[in-house]
């Protein structure tokens, strides 16, 4: 049985979105991404960094969204959210869920931890704003990459539209972010997500109030 290490508003809600979509069971244990918070012991002991989502299993433990997310898809290729290994696909795949990881949500860090990139309190607010435009840097990439397609990969629906649509859930425009109406591609994509069961079950609060 899966645990997930679980807090509202953090990449843990796509994962959850994930297990709901492969339908195998999970426990959900309740975790903070508030700095003051301290995090529980067995989450510490597989990710120091303290931040999650973290996912165990009955004899492994990882963390990393995008690796977790790589991870499910190919232990339960039933549930079809990725390509195969000799899918020609499965390059974009691997590349626009790195893409995510390493460039999209290095923005979204720019703006909602800027302690963790300056060295002073009065530069927080230029590493913000810095945030913001890479925020929108990013974003056009990703919406030039899909253009006119029905899903990230084309035709074929897979946990990148989720990752997608998860991190489309943290822009705020109120904070300086681009609003998602700039990216109508990405647009397109994430109201299609959002019908989803899974989805509209895990992303609950979000649907009733996306400040939450
Ligand atoms: N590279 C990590 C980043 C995870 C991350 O930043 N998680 C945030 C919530 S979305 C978090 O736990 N923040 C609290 C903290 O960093 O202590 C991943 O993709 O899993």
């Not at 645990?3 to 809600?13: G, I, Q, V, W």
């Not at 796509?14 to 301290?38: H, N």
């Amino acid at each position: 049985m899966y645990k997930l290490f679980y807090a509202l508003k953090s990449a843990s809600m796509g994962i959850r979105v994930l297990l709901e979509e492969i339908g195998e069971p999970y426990e959900l244990i309740q975790t903070t991404v508030d700095m003051a918070t301290p995090r529980p012991p067995e989450q510490l002991a597989v990710n120091p960094n303290g931040w999650v989502p973290v996912l165990s299993w009955d004899d492994g433990a990882m963390y990393e969204c995008a690796a977790i997310t790589v991870f499910l898809c190919d232990k339960h290729p039933e549930a079809r959210l990725a390509p195969a290994v000799d899918d020609p696909s499965r390059a974009t795949f691997l590349q626009t869920l790195v893409y995510f990881s390493n460039s999209v949500q290095n923005a979204f860090q720019l703006t909602y931890y800027p302690d963790r990139f300056v060295d002073t309190l009065t530069d927080e607010p230029s590493a913000q704003r810095r945030g913001n435009r890479r925020l929108r840097e990013t974003w056009t990439v990703i919406d030039n990459q899909i253009s006119d397609n029905e899903w990230v990969l084309g035709s074929q629906f897979s946990a990148a539209d989720i990752y997608l649509f998860m991190l489309t859930t943290w822009l705020r425009p109120a904070k300086g972010h681009p609003d998602i109406s700039e990216f109508p591609n990405a647009k397109r994509i994430a109201d299609k997500v959002l019908q989803r069961t899974s989805v509209q079950q895990v992303y609950q609060p979000w649907i009733e109030n996306p400040e939450y």
